[in-house]
């Protein structure tokens, strides 16, 4: 049966390198046995500004038939900061519940990290963040707003279950990985004497279960300086929504910039949701020379994920192709256009 999925290109660049990802599995689609029904959604800036709605409850109720939802990146200079991101892509990992946010950090060739003398074998590494509360959970407010009392909250929330299923999530992942077993758990635990004792006691409590995973901790501060330095020593990483964000960024650079980068936003129970890291980049929004390459890998998780995990390499070493014979964007230090490299990726697929 035809695989059902949700397109939501977003703004900016967003429908560029969506457009690319939709291209390449058309053409894996010419190729094997993956069959694959894609209905568009328009939203994002374009469509708040004309109506006022984010997503409205009949979409969401609409988007429960899908297999999996693709998406572009949501966020415009024209609409205050959190609009479209809490109303759109927040609220879309907060309804389906996708609590796992996988982020692969993965380098292809060496050449494409910043970092002296570190090889693909070197930098390697899968974050697991947590993706459905901490400080991403809107519980806050303001009390004497617009006045010099002015009083602004933003509660970190941490619950037992949301910690638990991620921890034992990764707990998991981390047993299954062909490399040793070593599972970091980064978090602030010096300073968030609560909220982050909260994931220490879970972490232990849920590895007594997991004998031969190696267990270690990292504050987030020393996990910054260690993904720059020593990358090797990392392998599956969980930590909270918040850090898991800013991580994520920096273990982009390291991979060749925000171009290379994809979030796998999971429910293994429901409807998940993928796209790459990066957001809609207004900078180069419309020129045809955004990096398509993290919205094409993540097309590839998204079939993996659903099951189509030969498809999935097939696409993956197209890419790789790309990769090594430098048919890249601008930002790779190609000066290939967008369409491009999707036009490429998609002549090597086998
Ligand atoms: P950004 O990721 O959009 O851009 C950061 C820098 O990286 C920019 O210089 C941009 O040109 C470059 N860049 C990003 N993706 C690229 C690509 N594929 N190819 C080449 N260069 C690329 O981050 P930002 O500027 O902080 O945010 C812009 C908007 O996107 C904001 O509204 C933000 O809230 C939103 N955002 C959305 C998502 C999402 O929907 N998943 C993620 C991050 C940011
Ligand atoms: C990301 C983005 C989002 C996040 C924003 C746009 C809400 O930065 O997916 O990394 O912080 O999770
Ligand atoms: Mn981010």
Redesign the pocket.
């Known amino acids: 049966m035809a695989l059902k999925i949700a397109v939501i290109g ?5 429908p560029e ?1 969506i457009n690319e990802g939709v291209k390449v599995l058309n053409k894996l689609i010419e190729t094997t046995n993956l069959e694959i029904e894609f209905k568009k959604f328009d939203l994002g800036a374009n469509h708040y500004l004309k109506t006022g709605e984010l997503v409205t409850d009949e979409v969401k109720e609409e988007l429960r038939n899908y297999d999996a939802i693709y ?7 024209r609409v205050k ?2 609009i ?2 809490h109303g ?2 927040l609220d879309l990992r907060f309804s389906f519940d996708q609590y796992i946010n996988l982020r692969p950090i993965k380098l292809l060739d060496s050449k494409y990290t910043p970092l002296k003398n570190k090889e693909p074998k070197d930098i390697d590494m899968m974050i697991i963040r947590e993706n459905t509360e901490g400080l991403y959970a809107g519980v806050g407010g303001f009390f004497k707003k617009g006045t010099k009392d002015e009083v602004a909250t933003q509660q970190m929330i941490n619950t037992y279950k949301g910690v638990e299923r991620v921890v034992r999530y990764a707990y998991e992942y981390a047993s299954k990985r062909n490399k040793s077993q070593k599972l970091t758990l980064c978090d602030k635990a010096n300073v968030l004497t609560y909220g982050h004792d909260l994931w220490r006691r879970v972490f232990k409590s849920v590895g007594e279960n997991f004998d031969t995973v190696e267990k270690n901790y990292l504050f987030v501060d020393a996990m910054a300086m260690k993904m720059v330095r020593n990358p090797e020593q990392l392998e599956t990483v969980v930590t909270c929504n918040m850090f898991g964000d800013i991580i994520t ?1 920096l273990g982009a650079e390291i991979q060749g ?3 290379m980068a994809i ?1 796998g936003n999971i429910n293994p129970n429901g409807v998940s949701m993928f ?10 929004a419309g020129q045809n ?7 094409i890998m993540a097309a590839s998780m998204m079939i993996d994920v659903l099951g189509y995990t030969e498809e999935a390499k097939k696409i993956d070493e197209a890419i790789e192709l790309a990769v090594n014979n430098n048919m890249l ?3 790779m230090g190609g000066s290939l256009t967008t369409v491009e490299v999707g036009d490429y990726i998609c002549s090597q697929l086998k």
């Not at 977003?10 to 967003?14: C, L, P, Q, R, S």
């Not at 998406?71 to 200079?77: H, I, K």
């Not at 796209?275 to 180069?284: K, L, N």
């Not at 020379?289 to 919205?295: F, G, L, Q």
């Open positions: 977003g703004d900016g660049i967003g390198v998406l572009g990146a949501v966020g415009d200079p900061p959190g479209l991101e759109i892509l960024d910039g925000m171009g979030s796209e790459p890291v990066h957001g809609s980049a207004p900078d180069i020379k955004a990096n398509p390459i993290a919205a964007t601008v930002d």
